[in-house]
């Protein structure tokens, strides 16, 4: 099994950065894919970014530009820098791991194996 947890969440104000963290522990051996999603007040959850065990990174495109998702792999933890946040951006940001290899979009979309709790970020305007 794999357990994965969220920090890094918090209140900032328009304009600002936060950085999240996922700490993945447990059988980390079978991560092979990794992603962040997020879910606003109101709304479904939905993809930002995912990251191979290899590097290989993609964003959808409301975030491109804004967003940069990177793995420690020495440090089994996933990050993901946010800059010049909006209101929109509130939500709260979930990261997620799959042992599936292949298309990252593809993956990232066809649903993954293991799930973090989330963490909370509010953007104030």
């Known amino acids: 099994q794999v357990q994965l947890v969220e920090s890094g969440g918090g209140l900032v104000q328009a304009g600002g950065s936060l950085r999240l963290s996922c700490a993945a522990s447990?059988?980390?051996?079978?991560?092979?894919?990794m992603g962040w999603y997020r879910q606003a007040p109101g709304k479904q959850r939905e993809l930002v970014a995912g990251?191979?065990?290899?590097?290989?990174?993609n964003y959808v495109d409301s975030v491109k530009g804004r967003f940069t998702i990177s793995r420690d792999g020495a440090k089994n933890t996933m990050y993901l820098q946010i800059n010049s946040l909006q209101s929109e951006d509130t939500a709260v940001y979930y990261c997620?791991?799959?042992?599936?290899?292949?298309?990252?979009?593809?993956?990232?979309?066809?649903?993954?194996?293991?799930w973090g709790k989330g963490t909370l970020v509010t953007v104030s305007s």
């Open positions: 997620a791991a799959t042992s599936r290899i292949g298309d990252l979009m593809s993956i990232l979309r066809g649903g993954m194996d293991y």
């Open positions: 447990g059988s980390i051996f079978r991560i092979n894919t």
């Open positions: 990251i191979t065990r290899g590097g290989t990174t």
